[in-house]
């Protein structure tokens, strides 16, 4: 039947990303780039739409089609100095209703101007970006849970207040009316529905997809010292205090070690900004520790050259690309059950995986693999068979199905004439241009007023 469908004619899809790289990296930005390579070499017409910045800029990056616009924004807070910086409050941009205001319109606005009628959309959960397709039904919307924005705040403890509250409604608009929604982990549906989100719906499960390629050539562990690197924002929810304190039980255990925390600090720990907070317990538990920053793909590879082991110590997280990347890099993870990539990591033997918050188990999880160099590279080569099953090819072909069943559901939701497109003024026809994007010839095009930040 998959192939009967996947014999249909080429769809046209097109995202909606702000971080799409090189400009911005970021795990939605490298989901999208990933999947949306993998999805042109199928044949289908892709397109990415990445509101960010000031420019106008058009490229075929890899087959894809990517327009970068602006993000139309409109300064309300932002002038008014200090009283504006009380009125966003500790959460911004997190629970920013302006942003949330700005994204579907912004985007809406540039696909207008761009001329494309793609056959689908597919966004992301949290925050608004097809929210005007959803609730106008002028074309098919696919959502891919990540972890919708406020989740991250509440799977903390911070209380979110009326207006987090009121951004998590508006976030949970867009998905309980796209056409298709699909996870990665069976973990975040779960934990969404826990929280109010999902209603009934169905919501298929398809892991972010991977491409191993540029890690192949990362040698074994052999030639490593007992290091263990965490790559990731430093963050509460990340769990990196609690690696702090597992770190000190190796070292009490005599089992001496370097521990490398990659990524920014971001939010608070105790009160406390995180990187202050981390920085000053690693001095009082006197570890040895390295802190270097946020680091490019390039820059990850190499730190995972010198790297025993990979800890990934989430409290919650929906997936863990950086587990990924450390397993396609022929290292052992030990990550908790509260990771999406928690079930692989077990199923692939490629690490172990302990519950969140416990230092003592994470400790002992890592132990081996310090003490044993020939036990972390047999664990590592494991988890570099294990990556295969999620190439970005074979995942490209799971959302296309997707897409294709949220398209049928769609038509015939609607029926004859409905995707309403007379009250969203998009062209009727898609047009072709020289260039090759379906677009006007945007030389003379002058962008609107662009605002900063509210």
Not at 332 to 337: A, D, K, L, R, S
Request: glycine residues 10%; positive net charge; hydrophobic residues 40%.
């Amino acid at each position: 039947m998959a192939d009967s469908v996947r014999s249909l004619r080429a769809l046209c899809i097109l995202f909606f990303c702000e971080q799409y790289p090189p400009v911005v990296w970021d795990g939605a930005g490298s989901y999208t780039a990933t999947l949306a390579v993998a999805l042109a070499q199928l044949g289908h017409e892709v397109h990415v739409l990445c509101a960010q910045g000031h420019r106008i800029v058009d490229s075929v990056q890899d087959g894809v089609h990517v327009h970068r616009r602006p993000l139309l924004r409109v300064p309300v807070s932002r002038g008014l100095g200090p009283v504006g910086a009380r009125l966003r409050g500790p959460l911004y941009p997190r629970d920013s209703i302006t942003l949330r205001v700005s994204l579907p319109l912004s985007y809406s606005f540039w696909m207008r101007r761009l001329g494309l009628r793609p056959d689908v959309i597919e966004t992301q959960d949290g925050e608004t970006r097809g929210l005007v397709q959803a609730l106008y039904r002028t074309r098919p919307l696919a959502i891919h849970l990540h972890c919708p924005t406020m989740l991250a705040v509440q799977l903390v403890g911070q209380p979110i207040g009326y207006k987090g509250r009121l951004a998590d409604r508006l976030d949970r608009i867009s998905v309980d009316l796209a056409a298709v929604v699909t996870s990665p982990s069976q973990l975040l549906v779960d934990t969404l529905r826990e929280r109010g989100w999902l209603d009934r719906r169905a919501v298929e499960v398809i892991p972010n997809p991977f491409d191993a390629i540029p890690w192949r050539d990362v040698p074994d562990v052999a030639g490593t010292s007992p290091t263990v690197a965490a790559v990731g924002r430093l963050e509460a929810y990340k769990g990196v205090d609690v690696l702090l304190d597992a770190s000190a039980r190796l070292n009490r255990a005599g089992i001496t070690h370097r521990l490398v925390l990659a990524g920014r600090p971001a939010g608070l720990i105790g009160g406390t900004p995180a990187g202050t907070w981390l920085a000053r317990r690693a001095r009082e538990l006197g570890l040895d520790v390295e802190f270097p920053g946020h680091l490019s793909g390039a820059e990850i590879r190499d730190l995972y050259r010198r790297a025993r082991a990979v800890a990934v110590p989430s409290r919650f997280e929906s997936f863990s690309i950086a587990a990924v990347e450390a397993m396609a890099a022929g290292r052992p993870v030990v990550t908790t059950t509260r990771t999406g990539v928690a079930p692989f990591v077990e199923r692939w033997g490629s690490g172990t995986a302990v519950p969140p918050d416990d230092a003592e188990a994470l400790a002992a999880a890592l132990a081996p693999f310090l003490l044993d160099p020939a036990r972390a590279a047999a664990c590592g080569a494991r988890g570099r068979l294990g990556v295969v099953e999620i190439d970005p090819a074979v995942i490209a072909r799971r959302k296309e199905d997707a897409y294709r069943r949220g398209i049928a559901q769609f038509a015939a939701s609607t029926g004859p004439g409905g995707d309403m497109a007379g009250r969203i003024p998009i062209p009727r026809a898609r047009r072709s241009y020289p260039d090759g994007f379906g677009r006007p010839n945007t030389s003379s095009q002058s962008s609107p007023t662009v605002g900063s930040a509210s």
